[in-house]
Each structure stands twice: as C-alpha cells, then as structure tokens.
C-alpha cells in the first residue's frame, strides 16, 4: 500500500511537471518541433531537467544499491533486447510523425484530460485504439 501511494504521489508530481513545461499545450510543443520555423526552444530546458533528474536518480539508486538491477531496469520500461532492430525503427518514426501532427504524446495527452477538451479525449481514444491493435497483431 505504502508504494502505491508513493507511485500516486510520483504520478501527480510527473502530470504536475507536465503542465508547468506547457507540454499538455500542443501549440508549444509544435512550436518546438518547428526548427525550420518560428523555433520556441523553451522545452530544451525542460528535457534537460527531464534526464539530469532521471540521470541523477540512477547514479543514486546505484550508488546506494538501494535497488536492484532488475528492478530498475522494470522501473524505467527498458526493453529485453539492446538491438535497434526494424519493429523499433519503424515504432518510433510512427511515434514521432504522431507527436509532430498532433503536439501530443502519451503522458501529456494522459494529463491534458483535465482539460475537458473534445480534442484530447480523440488523441486518448485513439492511442488505446493502437495500444490494442498492437497487441492484438503481436500475439505470440
């Protein structure tokens, strides 16, 4: 019970950090991806403080040996195999033209759903529409 308040807590501390960086606002997120336009690089700053956090946790944990490998490796969703192979090639082109039309990715669409907007709820509808039809194509 204890963890699961702790993952709440991380939860609502993660969707918060999302609407501060104005990642929940694809207009800014657009405005970012848009080198060859009016480029906002105000969420450079935000990935920075994104992976020194992230980096910083690891050395952590390590450091202590207050987790262990497999347990982090669980944590952060790394994958079985370190091959960049075609699935992942083309999983993440699909990835990124998505998040470059829409302004969106998962975890901001997740939290822009406070907002009330019909918009979001047809990102989210479908991003579990193809969280499904993954599955569903890669029964083994």
């Known amino acids: 019970m204890k963890d699961r ?12 950090g999302l609407i501060v960086a104005q990642m929940t606002n694809p207009a800014k997120v657009l405005a970012f991806l848009d ?8 969420l450079a700053l935000v990935m920075i403080g994104a992976l020194a956090t992230l980096g910083g946790a690891r050395y952590w944990m390590h450091r202590d040996n207050s987790v262990a ?5 669980l944590s952060v969703g790394t ?8 699935k992942l090639l083309i999983g993440s082109a699909i990835f990124g033209i998505g998040w470059g039309l829409s302004g969106f990715c998962p975890g901001p ?6 907002a009330g907007d019909a918009g979001n709820y047809a990102f989210v509808s479908a991003m579990f529409a193809g969280f499904w039809l993954f599955k569903r194509l890669n029964r083994s």
């Open 79 to 86: 994958r079985e195999s370190n091959q960049i192979d075609r």
């Open 35 to 42: 080198v060859a336009g009016a480029w906002d690089p105000s």
């Open 109 to 114: 669409a997740l939290v822009g759903l406070t």
């Open 69 to 73: 490998d497999h347990e982090l490796e």
């Open 5 to 16: 308040v702790y993952l709440f807590g991380y939860g609502l501390l993660f969707g918060f």
